[in-house]
């Protein structure tokens, strides 16, 4: 039941695209289709950006997707712009004979809009 | 438009049992398709999920933290809550409440801040 890993930090300039890996295990990113990412500006409530892996909450913008490949989730952030900046988290759902199902977060990276 | 408002105090003591309600509006939490779940945010660290419930009682926990939580559900009050026993330092944490599909948090609470301090 680790976190899942994530880069500390990202960063790119505006209009460029920034990935931010992900990683777990076949216990969780590995073995299930219920991969999210979550942006987080400080002071408020985190938002849902991406859920299955790859969908879209309705208002997102198609900016933002999401890919897996192995035990390995990713974020895609493309023509990024200043409001992007903010922390990113990745959460899988996660699951074994002896711990049952629960859901695990990645440790956080922050993007920097340069 | 959903709205979860997390409710308890903010300040306790170590070995106290804190306890946090979450209130919904603008939806049933006796919904099918959700699960309702408590996250929480220490200071200076990333998200952390504890718990979530269905609306038929079945619950899930983090299995490091499963000994000292409690989730449970209140139908009739459109209402679940949170108990974790025996607190530290390490508990002083925002906690949020949420909404969740397919293990994703869907909607969020405005989170509540709870500090263990002697």
């Known amino acids: 039941q680790s976190a899942l890993t994530q880069p500390p930090s990202a960063s790119g300039s505006p209009g460029q695209s920034v990935t931010i890996s992900c990683t777990g295990t076949s216990s969780d990113v590995g073995g299930y289709k219920y991969v999210s990412w979550y942006q987080h500006h400080p002071g408020k409530a985190p938002k849902l950006m991406i859920y299955e892996v790859t969908e879209r909450p309705s208002g997102v913008p198609d900016r933002f997707s999401g890919s897996k490949s192995g035990n390995t989730a990713s974020l895609i952030v493309s023509g990024l712009q200043p409001e992007d900046e903010a922390d990113y988290y990745c959460?899988?759902?996660?699951?074994?004979?002896?711990?049952?199902?629960?859901?695990?977060f990645g440790g956080g990276t922050k993007l920097t809009v340069l | 438009q959903l709205h979860l408002q997390e409710s308890g105090p903010g300040l306790l003591k170590p070995s106290e049992t804190l306890s946090l309600t979450c209130t919904v509006s603008g939806g049933s939490i006796s919904s099918s398709s959700h699960h309702w779940a408590w996250i929480r945010q220490p200071p200076g660290k990333g998200l952390e999920w504890i718990a979530s419930?269905?609306?038929?009682?079945?619950?899930y926990y983090k299995p490091s933290l499963k000994s000292r939580v409690t989730i449970s559900v209140d139908t009739s009050k459109n209402q679940f809550s949170l108990k974790l026993n025996s607190v530290t330092a390490a508990d002083t944490a925002v906690y949020y409440c949420?909404?969740?599909?397919?293990?994703?948090?869907?909607?969020w609470g405005q989170g509540t801040l709870v500090t263990v301090s002697s």
């Open positions: 419930i269905y609306y038929s009682g079945n619950t």
């Open positions: 949420a909404r969740e599909k397919q293990s994703a948090a869907t909607d």
């Open positions: 959460s899988s759902h996660a699951g074994s004979s002896h711990a049952g199902n629960y859901v695990v």
